[in-house]
C-alpha cells in the first residue's frame, strides 16, 4: 500500500504525470537502448519498438497502476499484473532489470518535468515504481518455481518435427524436446515464446499460443506470416530445425468445471481456442459450448478443419462463423457479432483476436448482463487495452 504521504504527491501529480508519460517513455526506452543495446537486440520486440506499441503499453500500465494506488487502495490490479508477469517470465526478464529499468525510467521523468520534479516527487513516484516491481517480482518469482526452472533460465531447444499450412498465411509447427524429454505440461490456451537468430545477429523472441491441447504428441504452434520473426519462421523454420523455446505461460487458461463456455475468436486469435477445444475433446467434455470465429474469408481461416471437427465432437457444442467476404450460406457475412446470438446463463467466456474485435465482443457481452470477471482475453503482442 501507498504511504499516506507519497499518495497525496501522487494524487496531486497523476495529471501532469500521466499527461508525459507517452514522451518520459519513449525517452526511457531511447536511454535505456544507448546504453544497453543488447536488450533491443536480444530482448524487446523491436518491431513494437518502431511502432511505439510497447511504449505506449508501458504508460498505461504505469498510470493504471498508480491511479488504482490513490483512487482504490483496497483492489490489486491482479489481472493486468498477471498478464505482464507471465509475459516477463516468458522473455526470461530477472530481478536485476528492474533495476536498470528504474534507473533509466527516472532519468527520463526528471528530462521530461524538470523542476517539477522535486524530492517529495521523486520520492513518492520512487515508492509507486517499487511497489509495482515488488509486485512483479513476487509473481514471477512463483511463475519460475511453478514452472521448475531458475529465473531467466526459461530455453529449452526443441527440434521441428512436422510443417502443416493453415489458411492463406498461417503456418502450424510441431515441435519436441530436441533431447527426447518429455514437454513441460501446460494448461491449455498457453503460450510460448520462441526466440530466434535472424540475418542481422539481433536474437528477438515472439510469443506464439499452443494450439493442441495439453497431452498431443509434442507441442504445437500456429504462426501468421506477419513481422520478421514470423516471417523467418515461415521460409527457415524446416523439418529438423532447432528453435529455442521458453516454458509455457499465460494467464488466459480454460477454467475446469462445467459452467458453459463462449470461446470466440478472429483471425489467428483461433490458436488458443483450438488449444481449449481439443483439451476438452481429449478430456471427453460434456460442458456446454459456444463456439464464435470471424475471418477474412474461408481461405484465410487458419485450422478451420480443426475447428469444425473439433466442434463436431463434443455433444453440447455449437460453432458460429463470420466472414468478410465468400460467406458460405451456412454462415455469416461481416463481423462478429454478439447481440443477438443464443448464449446460455452462467457462461465464462474467452477473447481472442484483433483488439477492435475484443473491445467490441466484451463491451456487447457487457450489455448482456455478463460480468466482467467472467470475461477473459488474451492480447497478442503489447497490452494495449489499458493503454487506451
Known sequence: ML????????????????????????????????????????????????????????????????????????????????????KHVSLGVTEDQYKIVHQYLFAAIVDVLGEAVTPEVAAAWDEVYWLMAGELIALETRLYDASGALPGAIWTDYVVTSRTPQGSSALALTLRPADGSPAPAFAPGQYVSVAVHLPDGARQIRQY???????????????????????????????????????????????????????????????????????????????????????????????????????????????HRWYETDAPTTDRTGYVDLTDLPLPEGLRAYLCGPLPFMRAARATLLARGIPSGRIHYEVFGPDLWIAG
Open 209 to 319: 499460443s499452443l494450439s493442441a491441447a495439453p497431452g498431443a504428441e509434442g507441442y504445437r504452434i500456429t504462426v501468421k506470416r506477419d513481422g520478421e520473426v514470423s516471417q523467418w519462421l515461415h521460409s527457415d523454420a524446416r523439418v529438423g530445425t532447432v528453435l529455442a523455446l521458453s516454458r509455457p505461460c499465460g494467464d488466459l487458461t480454460l477454467a475446469e468445471g462445467e459452467e458453459p463456455l463462449l470461446l470466440a475468436s478472429a483471425g489467428i486469435g483461433v490458436t488458443p481456442m483450438v488449444g481449449m477445444l481439443d483439451h476438452l475433446v481429449r478430456t471427453g467434455a460434456t460442458r456446454p459450448t459456444t463456439v464464435v470465429h470471424g475471418d477474412r474469408s474461408p481461405a484465410d481461416h487458419a485450422h478451420a478443419a480443426d475447428l469444425t471437427t473439433l466442434v463436431a465432437r463434443l455433444p453440447a457444442a455449437e460453432l
Open 3 to 86: 504511504s499516506p504521504q507519497s499518495t497525496e504527491v501522487v494524487r496531486a501529480t497523476l495529471p501532469a504525470v500521466g499527461g508525459a508519460l507517452g514522451e518520459i517513455t519513449a525517452r526511457f526506452y531511447a536511454g535505456m537502448f544507448a546504453a544497453h543495446p543488447e536488450l533491443e537486440r536480444d530482448l524487446f520486440n523491436r518491431g513494437n519498438q518502431a511502432a511505439g506499441a510497447q511504449r505506449r503499453a508501458l504508460a498505461g500500465a504505469i498510470a493504471a497502476y498508480a491511479t488504482m494506488l490513490v483512487e482504490h487502495p483496497e483492489v490489486r490490479p491482479g489481472a493486468m499484473l498477471a498478464r505482464i508477469a507471465h
